[in-house]
């Protein structure tokens, strides 16, 4: 059922590139920041990066896994280098389906934790980052037109994630402005 709320793969391409346009639009006037990762084609799914981002785009979005690991096999997260699954920590009886994300943050080695706990700690970064929420939800309200359900894990994972849920509630597609405006005057203090 999830698949038949997704965009169709031809136009997904299309309005993944608006949204991004929109996006770069909303950093010009100071109403995102990307602190915590670049603006790149492949993190904004622009064009032939757009495949990547369909099957988690819509907010319905519910991720699993199967098997806790310390450490990413992908080489995008570690470099350009292999690793192995780490599965030192886990047991036989570990590997079982659960909702994700297990990890409280990105894979380690893709994102700082020093950065990214500075970052959580500034409502000017947390309301404005295009990683977190703010950024999450103009996307969804560009692609969908809707936010993620009331009991959505977005709202427990992502920082300030009840004050989201709130202001979503409060106002709809509007939301990231309504948030993000108190601090668009901000400088960001990295």
Known sequence: DYVKELLP??????????????????QLR??????????????????????????GSHPDFEPCDVAPVRHSWFPLFTGG???PNDYTSSRAYDF???HAPR???AP????????EKEAMEKDDIVFREYYYLAGNLFRWFKLYNKAPPWNSWVWQWYPKGNEWMLGA??????????????????GVPF
Do not use: C
């Not at 793969?9 to 909303?26: I, R």
């Not at 080695?109 to 950065?115: D, E, N, P, Q, T």
């Not at 509630?169 to 901000?186: A, I, M, Q, R, Y």
């Open 169 to 186: 509630k409060k106002h709809g597609s509007n939301v990231v402005t309504e948030l993000s405006k108190p601090f668009w005057d901000e």
């Open 108 to 115: 380690a080695g893709r994102l700082s934790r020093k950065r």
């Open 103 to 105: 990890r409280s943050t």
């Open 81 to 83: 280098s292999y690793l």
């Open 96 to 98: 079982m389906w659960s």
């Open 30 to 55: 100071r109403a995102v920041t990307t602190e915590l990762f670049p603006f790149t084609p492949q993190n904004l799914g622009l064009d032939q990066y757009s495949v990547e981002h369909w099957i």
């Open 9 to 26: 793969p031809k136009k997904f391409e299309t309005a993944m590139n608006n949204a991004a346009g929109d996006t770069l639009v909303s």
